[in-house]
């Protein structure tokens, strides 16, 4: 599992309030990414690091931000959360041997 | 930026029989081309990738093949079993080390 954990596993929060998602990795991994999974849309970047306190956005960047402080730690803030934004979100790291992807257990948010 | 087609969106054979799920991409600079297995309720899981410098990659049961020229790449399973059935998403990438732009999705339903 690449040393990957995501806390919480699963969250019901309310439209409005704000939400922080964190992905946490063991093994110094440099690169880390967040996506959010769709029915009909596969898997989207929202942001990435590349580094403590480097980051970038991706495709649905619009509504979240990140930090990375730490290189174990790469958090997901939406910051006032939207039935929009109900969805499963992976957290992922990329190898320093191999240059593979691999995904953490996933985080199911339910906005109501 | 990247785009990636995949199909079909859904695929049933015979256990035993052979499966082809086809994906094309837009950008020409990347290089990258991962594919993921996700059963229900699980993270996706990198089965095979390949990279633009080679043309064909097998592991077991399962090939890939990458036509730069025409942009498009292909996952191949043999002689499937019904363990097989699962979603299969494709990617493409400039590197292991950037964000993945991946496919819709393919569901595969092996029957026995």
């Known amino acids: 599992d690449a040393g990957i954990t995501q806390s919480p596993r699963h969250k019901v929060t309310e439209t409005g309030t704000p939400v922080t998602l964190r992905c946490h990795q063991t093994?110094?991994?440099?690169?880390m990414y967040w996506y959010r999974q769709d029915p009909g849309h596969g898997l989207r970047l929202i942001h990435y690091?590349?580094?403590?306190?480097?980051?970038d956005k991706g495709e649905v960047s619009d509504g979240y931000s990140v930090s990375r402080s730490k290189t174990e730690d790469f958090l997901l803030t939406l910051e006032s959360a939207t039935s929009s934004q109900t969805s499963v979100y992976f957290c992922?790291?990329?190898?320093?041997?191999?240059?593979?992807?691999?995904f953490g257990p996933g985080t199911r948010l339910t906005v109501l | 930026g990247e785009n990636v087609e995949q199909h079909p969106s859904t695929l049933s054979v015979q256990e035993g029989d052979s499966a082809v799920i086809k994906c094309t991409y837009s950008?020409?600079?990347?290089?990258?081309f991962p594919w993921y297995k996700q059963e229900l309720g699980k993270r996706p899981q990198l089965i095979i990738d390949?990279?633009?410098?080679?043309g064909e990659k097998k592991d077991q049961r399962i090939a890939v093949t990458l036509n730069k020229t025409a942009k498009h790449f292909s996952l191949h399973i043999t002689e499937t079993q019904p363990e097989d059935s699962a979603v299969y998403f494709c990617?493409?990438?400039?590197?292991?080390?950037?964000?993945?732009?991946f496919g819709k999705g393919t569901r595969l339903s092996v029957i026995a």
């Open positions: 992922a790291i990329t190898t320093s041997l191999g240059n593979e992807q691999f």
């Open positions: 093994e110094n991994h440099r690169y």
């Open positions: 690091s590349y580094g403590v306190k480097d980051t």
């Open positions: 950008d020409s600079a990347s290089n990258y």
């Open positions: 390949i990279r633009s410098n080679v």
């Open positions: 990617a493409a990438g400039y590197s292991g080390n950037t964000p993945l732009v």
